[in-house]
């Protein structure tokens, strides 16, 4: 059974950073890419980046990029976003997902969701 279980979420001053943890079960990070999304209040689920089979990575929301970072622990089966800078807009649920062999920014392309996370960012 494939499961993915998010942890690391809180609340976090502007500017400051957060590193969220995906912990997986039933399946080799080798063989599925991986995928971090957010959903805000009052807004569409959107993807944020990935990180594929091969560990190479790809961000797909533009305001992220230089500040977010995705890597994986393959021993521990675990995979992590690092969160830096952060902006009151990023305040959301975050999601990581199993996409199968390859990245996408779609949420209907996810084969199986963890349960998220909340990210607030307020001073």
């Known amino acids: 059974q494939l499961q993915l279980v998010e942890s690391g979420g809180g609340l976090v001053q502007p500017g400051g950073s957060l590193r969220l943890s995906c912990a997986t079960s039933g399946f080799r990070l080798e063989y599925y890419a991986i995928g971090w999304f957010r959903q805000a209040p009052g807004k569409e689920r959107e993807g944020v980046s990935c990180i594929r089979t091969s560990g190479n990575t790809i961000n797909y929301a533009d305001s992220v990029k230089g500040r977010f970072a995705v890597f994986r622990d393959i021993a521990k089966r675990t995979v992590y976003l690092q969160m830096n800078s952060l902006k009151p807009e990023d305040e959301a649920v975050y999601y990581c997902?199993?996409?199968?062999?390859?990245?996408?920014?779609?949420?209907?392309?996810?084969?199986?969701w963890g349960q998220g996370t909340l990210v607030t960012v307020a001073s």
């Open positions: 997902a199993a996409l199968g062999p390859y990245c996408s920014g779609e949420p209907s392309s996810v084969r199986v």
